[in-house]
């Protein structure tokens, strides 16, 4: 994305920061064009360009409305929530539009994107009537002891652009009920999806300074929401390498810091399965969304009796596919994100084809003629006969680009299906429930399915992976959430009338 301040057409607009409830320039003055993936000659609008300036006075604004939101018990925070989900509920389409525009995911897919917003935000609301802390027995007789749920004050959300709307919601709504006050800033390819939630927030009645919303680039924008001190938490999506800096810098001020990085995920196709089933599932995963999940399907193993009946039907769909613009109805995948995604793509193709080995079985190129001239498209690419060790199989690629790695049995499968430095999703397709059970058990992984894709986790279970992918934190549901967005403060009572000493104090 270009620095700019390009030619507006008809339809884009110049978009500010929302800084203590109104809505502002940066303080830099320069702005971003935000283009259309599929059409680089569409530009969505112009967004700001913003600088540590921008992010102290977002910070001081949320310091300034932290006392009075906290203070606003939660049932009441949550009413907000409520009506929040009712406005992304009736502006679902409008939003869903906005998103395949700037994100270029199928309509279908910026649907669910808004859908999963929704459901976070209505099942986060429902936390407002519980918020549970516990009580328990204490050592001494006529005394009291409980614990209780406090927010840990402001946080910074860091969030990618490949679901603009579902993981700030991820974020966002849980940090609200708990009555933190934030500075969210999303990805620089997709801000307006965000800019869509935090103006239905506003609407809904979130108070001035509740929600912040700073944009830019990472280094500008994204670095001083790590080192501000006011800060108490930084909550990040996005690579392991960036993941991983953001991290170091918030440990210099003790930030909380909750990751969820890279994934290279598996489904493991056994010799039983039903393979018509495997190979949709496959597509599913690995071609959805362009492969830009980070739960995408990315790494297909297939018992070696299933593999030549298998890669068969997997090609004979693939060949299908297709591929435009997302706002055609009749589009299955998308554009990727932006020319640096299509460099990296093409760049992991390249390696694959220089792999002793493995073979590009279909797909491979750019497409840049007619109709796909002005976007970045790359066709859905199948490499097989792949061993796990080759750099195709061991890295992120984030694209439509797809492994088939032989093996002979189950726990073959499952040594390849753990050799890798990441751990979110993986998958098994088999009939055979001992199989099943044993996979699920073996996998060092935070998702697993049986029998489906290893992409569409639903928000009331917790999201997130083991090694590379995560620092051990859990999104989604709600007791995973609730660890990151909120502090114990265990309270005693003693109602003895008599100075009672504990137990150690006492021997
Ligand atoms: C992501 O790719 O970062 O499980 C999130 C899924 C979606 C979320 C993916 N519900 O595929």
Redesign the pocket.
Known sequence: MATARAKLNGKSEIYKNYIGGRWVKPASGVLMENRNPANIRDLVGLFPASTAEDVDAAVNAAIEAFPKWKAMPAPKRAEILYRLGQILIERKEQFATDMTREMGKVLKESR?DVQ?AIDMTFYTAGEGRRLHGYTTPSELPEKMAMCMRQPVGICSLIT?W??PM??PSWKMMPALVCGNTLIIKPAEDTPLSTINLVKAAEEAGVPAGVINIVMGKGEDAGAPLTRNPGIRLVSF?GSTDTGRIVAEKAARTGKICSL?MG?KNVIMVMDDADLELAAEGAIWGAF??SG?????SSRIVVHKKAYKKFVEKLTGRVKSLRIGNGLDRKVEVGPVINEDAVRKILYYIGVGKDEDGATLHFGGNRLDRGDYKYGYFIEPTIFTDVEPQMRIAQEEIFGPVVSIIPCRNLEEAIEIGNGVIYGL?SSIYTQDLNRAFRAMEAMNIG?FYVNSS??????HLP?GGTKATGNGHREGAMATSLEIFSEWKAIYVDYSGKLQKAQIDNQ
């Open positions: 669910g999963e990618p490949n679901f579902a993981i999506t969820e994934g959805g969304t830009q999940r980070c739960t995408a999703s998702i290893t992409i569409g986790a639903e928000v999201f």
